[in-house]
């Protein structure tokens, strides 16, 4: 299998532009997690899915975040309007039940100038 | 509900030296315990994890958990530091009875020469 996919890998954008994160899960996995990472806040768990259904969307800073995941294989994390503070690296991560092993992927360095 | 608590955010180890990152969990129920390794500009990837199978679980690179339910902990150990031990480890915990999995604020090793 090739992991957890994401794209794109680096994103540089201007405040107020549009920005959409991808994620392919690994086939099979039932669980698919949108984290975010920055050295003032750490890792922070945004919102997860479950049979592609939001389960937990808590951790959405706010109403400019949304995430969606239409089928098993494909999830986005949309930033719109997006703002300086939301630089950070975005991690998707998959696993087949809540108790097992998460699977990250490579990570989405944003930039937002 | 669970949580989970990492103690120290900075760890400083002599390379040879032994290295414990400390790991307390809040749970009523036994729950899945994990570590994750994150290096430098990569995503997290498992260390070890605990099931219940055993309450001394050994994983990758020499580093092993015990899990102590009197005192609610899982510390990770290694005997003896090397360099390419230096990165960020998180301990997480997965509830499996409210559908929820929770990560630590993560504890960062340094490995001097």
């Known amino acids: 299998d090739a992991g957890v996919i994401q794209s794109p890998r680096h994103e540089v954008t201007e405040m107020g532009q549009e920005v959409t994160l991808r994620c392919k899960p690994i086939?099979?996995?039932?669980?698919l997690f949108w984290y975010r990472q920055t050295m003032m806040r750490g890792l922070e768990l945004l919102i997860y899915?479950?049979?592609?259904?939001?389960?937990?969307d808590s951790g959405m800073p706010e109403d400019r975040f949304s995430a969606k995941m239409p089928n098993a294989s494909f999830s986005t994390l949309k930033i719109q309007p997006s703002e300086p503070r939301d630089s950070a690296v975005y991690f998707c991560?998959?696993?087949?039940?809540?108790?097992?092993?998460?699977?990250f992927g490579p990570g989405t360095r944003l930039l937002v100038l | 509900a669970q949580s989970v608590t990492q103690l120290g955010s900075h760890v400083s180890v002599s390379e040879g030296a032994l290295v414990l990152l400390r790991c307390n969990y809040s749970?009523?129920?036994?729950?899945?315990l994990f570590w994750y390794v994150q290096y430098p500009n990569q995503g997290l990837q498992l260390l070890l994890k605990?099931?219940?199978?055993?309450?001394l679980v050994k994983g990758i690179n020499g580093f092993e958990a015990e899990f102590k339910k009197s005192e609610t902990s899982f510390h990770l150990t290694k005997p003896s530091a090397h360099m390419s031990d230096a990165a960020e480890y998180f301990c997480?915990?997965?509830?499996?009875?409210?559908?929820?999995?929770?990560f630590g604020s993560g504890t960062k090793l340094n490995v001097k020469p």
């Open positions: 991560a998959s696993t087949r039940q809540i108790q097992e092993t998460q699977y």
């Open positions: 899915f479950n049979n592609n259904v939001p389960i937990d």
């Open positions: 749970s009523s129920v036994p729950p899945y």
């Open positions: 997480a915990v997965s509830d499996y009875n409210f559908n929820k999995f929770y």
């Open positions: 605990y099931t219940s199978a055993a309450t």
């Open positions: 086939s099979g996995h039932d669980y």
